[in-house]
């Protein structure tokens, strides 16, 4: 373990100290949550003077910036990460216990920031503490929703939400900054005047910045997330409130409040609302003006902004950025429209997130203009140029009635990233096809990767006691020196240390379980882990198919050599996506089923676990045996949990989809379980007639499954429930379910018949941990520094 870098009665000081004069308490009568608090407020105190430090060192050094967008920040919970990363572990844990109290009761008493909806919004977190990591002078902006991603519960089965509700805490880590307000206009109309545009806006908002610091390892280096909170201008009608309309009075502050109250539980599908565009532009309006301001203390010269602005749009929510960016820099500033357009191609940057057709961004052109009319007037004056420029382009920004943002964005930035090499190539060949045919240069790639820091050190503290036993502890800045971890993958006795840490965690979970939810799992089954958000492209319903047919084959020949497996699966679908719904409530129901056969369920087990979150992918993915990785190749654009499995020690079971493919590269294909048809073959199955019925039909064990959920044994005397799940899988199927079931079984055969043989077994596990350095986000964010943002590190300058 890294020793810590501070005496720990001093640490107990200070805890003490902020627990009676900063939350007032005394400490006889202090709840644990004062504690937490107590101990937040002095670990914030270390990482306010790095951060002090490193913003200086910004101003000093005259640094380029880099501004990350994104709708979406899943930090998750707090404390943990910047004691583990302030090297306080040791220190916080003695004060802890010193004053009587469990460290882990008091670490998960912090609620779990749910500021996004799943891997898109997990990666911009685990970029932002790379950045600090690496010392690249950043800042991320976003929208401080008061309501995260809604709490699941199920009831008989099904998905329920409830509001999420991390800001009834007190959240110690953020700064409110009253004095960082912009308002920001929507809607109104273009006047002329002196031949010039101006927008003149009809309603208004503020955006109000509340900061918090993010700090790296080793507490190098500080940045800020800077997330807007939506206010009023006027937030109180006096007139209205003495004419007795209290009501009224306050409507301008909750209509203004409205914009930042929720997240769009949405993941990868459209969500094509008026509160959702005016949530984009508030928080990419209030975002380009801050960054203009900054620029603006230090510079004269606009023509400056490219060396010294990266810009980076995390997928096309915050696109309006770009022509906001170009319309304060012409309307505003006065300068001519081509070097305005040239001034934000050369700062903006825009990451493709996914391919799904339903999931790029499009607006209709009459929202768009009723919100947003001289933003519409500019993108076709882009479009124009664009038009004259390259007479034999196809795909512009607004075009049929729509404002597409993939396009805007594209044509505004300048680099365009995938987020895995197939997926980037995808992008070449297909959505962008067009655009990369004109513009060969701009589309790079890079793929996606997870910090260390969290998801090792953090949250697997077994396993990094026993690596950094095995190779010291600079695999913790520099993760691709797990590989120094090979030749101890050939040694017997420390395969059985690395054993012993997979099985300890296991336990812990069993415990978890038991005690939280009542359920007891047998330890000694393979854990077989599907955690992600429910999508019919994830195929959570695959599967699940194939837990029924296993469980049919047991109950056909129980004296075979079964290997014991517990299937578990957490995940939410968004609340208006009822195949995603119907899925969660077959697990469900099939789970009932299984666990309930006294012939079986010593063998299998099926577990669903609610309300899925970073907490719980934390004690997860440490305990888990094998990783599902089972997307329709050609779907799933990176994945980043697959990343995390891999680099806990869990192979993985897959398709050649996303990030699966460089994973495999590297763990080695005899480490790693591949199934499936390629993002090739499967497009071209798509057009063989009847490929469901075919498929279903020739594989007697998808058959028999799919038949048992069909005649209602999931569902007794509610034989139909699953007519949709039955219906789309045997004739649309356009996920390939039905096609890749069958190689998929045999996979899964593969996987028992490893997990067999134990110490062949925990072999693989381990060169997949020590295979997997390269997917640490460090590599991933120096890629963007040299790739796409032109930016330096200041480390050792703070
Ligand atoms: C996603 C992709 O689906 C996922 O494959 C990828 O790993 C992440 C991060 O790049 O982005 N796109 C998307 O819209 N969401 C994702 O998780 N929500």
């Not at 201008?233 to 909750?254: I, K, Q, S």
């Not at 993939?406 to 962008?432: D, P, Q, Y």
């Not at 050190?457 to 520099?478: E, F, H, K, Q």
Request: proline share 4%; net charge negative; with cysteine.
């Amino acid at each position: 373990m890294a020793k810590d870098e501070m005496p720990q009665s001093d640490f107990r000081d200070a805890i003490l100290r902020h627990l009676t004069y900063t939350l007032g308490k005394d400490p006889d009568h202090a709840q644990l949550s004062d504690w937490r608090l107590a101990l937040s407020h002095a670990v914030r105190d270390r990482i306010v003077d790095r951060w002090m430090a490193s913003t200086r060192a910004t101003y000093r050094a005259d640094a380029k910036r880099v501004y990350y967008l994104s709708m979406e920040f899943l930090i998750g919970r707090l404390l943990q990460d910047n004691i583990v990363n302030l090297r306080l572990a040791e220190a916080a844990q003695a004060a802890i216990e010193s004053f009587g109290l469990a460290n882990s009761d008091l670490l998960l008493d912090e609620p779990d920031a749910a500021l996004g909806n799943g891997g898109l919004g997990r990666l911009a977190a685990c970029f932002m503490e790379s950045l600090a990591t690496l010392g690249c002078p950043a800042y991320g902006y976003g929208i401080r929703y008061e309501h995260g991603l809604f709490r699941q519960s199920f009831a008989e089965g099904r998905q329920v939400e409830a509001p999420e509700d991390w800001l009834d805490h007190p959240f110690v880590w953020q700064f409110e900054r009253p004095e960082a307000r912009f308002t920001l206009g929507f809607g109104g109309r273009v006047a002329t005047r002196d031949g010039r545009a101006v927008w003149e806006p009809e309603n208004f908002v503020q955006a109000e910045a509340y900061d918090t610091p993010v700090i790296g390892w080793r507490g190098a280096w500080a940045n800020t997330l800077r997330l807007w909170a939506g206010r009023a201008v006027d937030p109180f009608d006096l007139d209205r409130f003495n004419a007795g309309d209290f009501t009224a009075a306050a409507e301008a502050e909750a209509l203004a409040r409205t914009i930042s109250r929720v997240l769009y539980p949405e993941d990868s599908t459209e969500a094509g609302k008026r509160l959702r565009l005016t949530q984009e532009y508030f928080f990419s309006a209030a975002s380009i003006r801050d960054i203009l301001r900054r620029f603006e203390a230090e510079h004269a010269d606009l023509r400056l902004l490219p060396r010294k602005v990266a810009i980076q749009m995390n997928d096309t929510h915050p696109a309006v950025a770009a022509p906001e960016l170009l319309r304060i820099l012409h309307d505003e500033r006065g300068l001519p429209f081509d070097e305005a357009l040239a001034i934000t191609r050369g700062c903006v940057n825009y990451t493709n997130h996914t391919l799904l057709p339903e999931a790029l961004e499009s607006w209709d052109e009459g929202l768009f203009s009723d919100l947003l009319p001289r933003h519409l007037q500019i993108i076709d004056r882009i479009d124009a140029a664009d038009a004259k420029a390259h007479p034999d382009r196809r795909n512009a920004a607004r075009d049929h009635g729509k404002v597409r943002m993939g396009e805007l964005s594209f044509i505004l930035s300048n680099r365009v990233n995938g987020v895995s090499a197939l997926h980037t190539g995808l992008m070449k060949t297909t959505v962008f096809a067009d655009q990369h045919r004109i513009w060969p240069d701009r589309i790079v790639n890079e793929t996606n990767g997870v910090t260390p820091r969290r998801w090792l050190l953090g949250c697997n503290p077994r396993l990094a006691d026993l690596i950094t036993r095995s190779i010291g502890d600079g695999w913790i800045g520099d993760l691709e020196q797990l590989q120094a971890l090979e030749p101890h993958a050939a040694d017997a006795g420390w395969l059985q240390d690395f054993a012993a840490v997979k099985a300890a965690n296991k336990a812990d979970l069993c415990d978890w379980t038991t005690r939280e939810h009542g359920v007891m799992l047998n330890p000694d089954a393979l854990f077989d882990v599907q955690i992600k958000r429910i999508h019919e492209y994830k195929r959570q319903h695959l599967n699940i198919l194939e837990a029924v047919a296993l469980w049919q084959e047991m109950r056909e020949t129980p004296s075979a050599d079964w290997t014991a497996r517990v299937k578990i699966f957490g995940g939410k679908a968004a609340p208006g996506y009822f195949f995603a719904k119907d899925i969660i409530r077959l697990i469900n129901d099939v789970a009932a089923v299984i666990n309930a056969d006294a012939a079986t369920n010593e063998k299998l087990q099926v577990v669903y676990l609610p309300n899925y979150n970073v907490t719980l992918a934390e004690r997860l993915i440490p305990a888990a045996d094998l990783s599902e990785q089972i997307s329709t190749a050609g779907k799933e654009a990176s994945g980043t949990g697959n990343m995390k499995f891999a680099l806990n020690g869990a192979p993985t079971i897959g398709t050649l989809d996303g990030a699966n493919v460089e994973i495999r590269e590297r763990v080695g294909a005899e480490n790693f379980f591949l199934f499936g048809l390629t993002a090739e073959e499967a497009e071209a199955r798509r057009a063989v007639p009847d490929h469901a019925a075919r498929a279903v039909a020739g594989d007697p064990r998808l058959t028999g499954a799919i038949e048992a959920i069909r005649s209602g044994t999931f569902s007794p005397g509610e034989p139909d429930r699953y007519a949709n799940i039955v219906e789309n899988l045997t004739r649309a199927d356009y996920f390939l379910v039905a096609s890749d079931f069958a190689d998929y079984w045999r996979a899964q055969r593969e996987v028992d018949f490893a997990y067999a043989s134990r110490s062949d077994w925990t072999r693989m596990a381990a060169l997949n941990v020590a295979r997997s350095g390269w997917f640490s986000s460090d590599r991933t964010i120096r890629g963007y520094m040299q790739d796409i943002w032109n930016a330096q590190s200041l480390l050792g300058q703070a």
